[in-house]
């Protein structure tokens, strides 16, 4: 299935691009990211392909959510994937996820990079002001990698308040026509 309100949709950064995740994604290895260390803090995790799959298709349709694979530009490798859910209209905001699966990967800057390039996309394109997310205190990587994209420890209108769990905000702006 490769539809959906977000089908066309193309971000590229220097060394990735971005297009939304299809159900062909779905992969013994994506499956294995799950199995990683870095994977405790994630959510949900699926037991099988058919779980993974099911996670896949259930977000392909849906206007208020936008799930995207990162690929190396160079060799099209999968290396993880970042998820905007939900994107709030009427708060002009989305929901920021990110999972680097692809461990190889990890302190070499996708992040940074890939929300980056995420965060005009989402400005220019549907002109939202605010993105959010919640992280655990204790996953250091992923408040760096924030905090190097601009982050700052702010409530999150649509994250309820929970010991253990920092939410971040970032404003955007119009980025300035050369
Ligand atoms: C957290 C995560 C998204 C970071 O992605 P990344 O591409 O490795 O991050 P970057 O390379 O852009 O790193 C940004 C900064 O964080 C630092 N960083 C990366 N890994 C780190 C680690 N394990 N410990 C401390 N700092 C770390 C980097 O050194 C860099 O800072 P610097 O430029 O000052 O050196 C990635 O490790 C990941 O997907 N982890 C598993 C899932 C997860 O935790 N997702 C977030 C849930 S809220």
């Known amino acids: 299935m490769t539809g959906g309100p977000w089908a066309d949709v193309r971000i590229r950064s220097t060394r990735f691009d971005l297009r939304p995740i299809t159900e062909t994604d779905v992969t013994p290895r994506y499956l294995g990211w799950f199995a990683s260390r870095g994977a405790s803090n994630i959510t949900q995790h699926p037991a099988s392909l058919d779980d993974l799959r099911t996670y ?28 905007l859910e939900p994107i ?8 920021l996820g990110i999972f680097i699966g692809e461990e190889a990967w990890h302190g070499k800057g996708v992040a940074t ?8 996309w989402l400005q220019a394109e549907l002109g939202l002001r605010h993105l959010w997310l919640g992280v655990t205190e204790d996953n250091h990587a992923a408040r760096r990698a924030y905090e190097k994209s601009g982050f700052v420890l702010a409530p ?8 253990g769990i920092l939410t971040m905000a970032l404003d955007l702006v119009p980025q300035k026509r050369a």
Do not use: M, W, Y
């Open 56 to 83: 896949v298709r259930d977000r392909s349709d849906r206007t208020d959510i936008l799930f995207l694979a990162i690929r190396s530009a160079d060799t099209g490798q999968h290396i993880g994937n970042l998820k």
């Open 88 to 95: 709030d209209r009427a708060l002009s905001g989305a929901i």
């Open 113 to 120: 990079e890939t929300i980056g390039a995420t965060a005009q």
């Open 156 to 163: 999150c209108p649509l994250i309820p308040a929970r010991p």
